[in-house]
Every structure is written in C-alpha cells, then in structure tokens.
C-alpha cells in the first residue's frame, strides 16, 4: 500500500497532509546531503556558497510545513522562534538529527510532533509524532494515537515513493540493545551502575551516535537508549521538545516507556522552546528499572 492511501484510511486529514509533506521533503534532505555537508562543493544559480545541512534541512521542511496552510506555527531546533502560519497544528522538529556523524556516513534522522497547542506545550499535547531515518533505507516511523506503523522509500518509475513496511509496530518486552550517549566518566552514578549491569545480562552494546539511529534499533529488538543526565549537566543534552517527547509519544504507542529519570517524559511541560531532559527510552520493564534506581538514589540523604 502507498503512503497517500495508508493516511488517507488511518490518519486524520491534517496530519495526513503533514505527513505526506515531510515525507516528500526528506527525500529532498537525504538527496541533497552529500552537496550540502560540505563533503562536495556546490554553488546556487549566482554563485553563493550553499547552506549548511541542518539550515537547509530546516528551511526545507519549513516550506513544506507551512506550503500546506495547516501550522500555526513550525518551531525548530535550528530557529530561535517559530515560523508563524495560519493553520491550527503546531509543529516542533529536529530537522536534521545527527548532524555532526554526516562525514562518517551513520545513519541521520528528522524527527517531528505534532501538537493541538501553542509551544512548548507537554507530550500530552502530541495528536501525532514521526521519525525519518536516512540510513541504508530512508523510513518513516509514526503514530497518530492508534499504533506505530512504518512505509519506506522505493524506486517507482523515475521517482520515489513511500510503501508500507509494517503495522503497528511493538517493541519487545525482553532487551536486546542499549546505547548511552555522552561520556561515561560524566554520567551520574546510578546510570553508570545501570550500565555496568547491562552485558552480564546478555545485552549488547550498539551505538552509533544519532538518536534517531540508536533508538531505531532498541525499537526492533528491544532495550534501552539513553542520552543521560550527567554530573555536570542534569538535564542531559536532548530537547524535550524536537527529541525527547515526540520519540517518547512513538514508543509508548509502541509498547514503552520513557522517563526523565523520575517520571515520563510526556508529562514534563517545558518551559522553553530548546529545554532539555535526560533521556531513558525503550522496553518499559528496563526503563522503569533505571528510572526507580535513579529515584531512589535522588532520594537518599
Ligand atoms: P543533533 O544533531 O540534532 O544536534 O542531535 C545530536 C544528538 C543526538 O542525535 C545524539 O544522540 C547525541 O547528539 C550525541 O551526542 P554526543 O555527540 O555528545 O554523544
Ligand atoms: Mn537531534
Ligand atoms: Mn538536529
């Protein structure tokens, strides 16, 4: 089945627009990716040195965002303030996810969620959330509030288009992976413990430095990704806003869970646009596991 068909039956019509804008966009970002990384020099039609990747990723899905008349505002990582538009979906992304492993050519990602309200606004607000991943495939993941489900790029004549990978997609119970990010000389105490008693268990270590990428994993087999709190920076590195809440929407419709180390993510109402969280997402049994050792240690005198 194609993509336009799939949303037309499965999502309301707004996101259903949404949806097939971003997806049409990311072939756009992952096309343009060697010109615009600085790996191959390209110059415009008068001679001006072309933008960097997570600007023109931005001004891409921006204009394809807004084309639609359906944001009433499209806030990036990559902006200070949100592009303003006439329509009722407020939009928050990470155009570009992974940006500095581009010249390493690990997997990249764009992540989107859609709220019902002006931002920031919490998880709670999220009527829909999607993830592009741009690796040996370009998918898309989402979820509008019934199931995660996944279409992928394919060869369709002269151009591309999106088919249908898989439906409601669950993450297994029993953990498989973990990857934790930042250093660990840095992490708090309980993540570092948490950590030490992942391989005895059986699980294997398998990161690749794009959340996109790394959570892409632990949603096939199962375990736990993490950008942590770290000792000298308690609110971890990811934005609740463009990262942490929409990929938290996705894997709770998924069957998980992710906390910030002492509740669910999807509850935190940040209070800025570029707030930042630590980050425990994956099997809910693991996550809960880490968070109730992070709580209790939090806890202690
Ligand atoms: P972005 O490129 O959108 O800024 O995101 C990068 C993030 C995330 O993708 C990844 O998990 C994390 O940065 C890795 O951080 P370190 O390089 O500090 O490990
Ligand atoms: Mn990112
Ligand atoms: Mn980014």
Known sequence: MKLDEFLRLNAPDDLAALTSAIAAASLGVWESVPFKSG?????????????????????????????????????????EEPVVSKGSVSVAMDPLDGSSNVETNNPLGSIFGFYTRKLPASGRALAGALYVTYGTMVTLTFSFGKGVHRFVAVRDGSAMSFQLLGVNLKIPEKPEVYGFGGARADWIPPVSAFWHSLEPRGLRNRYCGTFVGDYNQVLARGGIFSYPALTKKPRGKLRVLYECAPM????????????????NILDIEPAGLAETAPLYIGSAGLVRELEGSISSKQRAP
């Open 39 to 79: 790996l191959l020099s390209e110059t415009n039609p008068s001679g001006e040195t072309q933008k960097a990747i997570d600007v023109f990723s931005n001004d891409l899905f921006v204009d394809a965002l807004t084309s639609t008349g359906l944001v009433a505002e499209v806030a990036s990582e990559e902006m």
């Open 248 to 263: 938290a929407y996705i894997n709770e419709q998924a069957g998980g869970y992710a906390s910030d180390g002492s509740g």
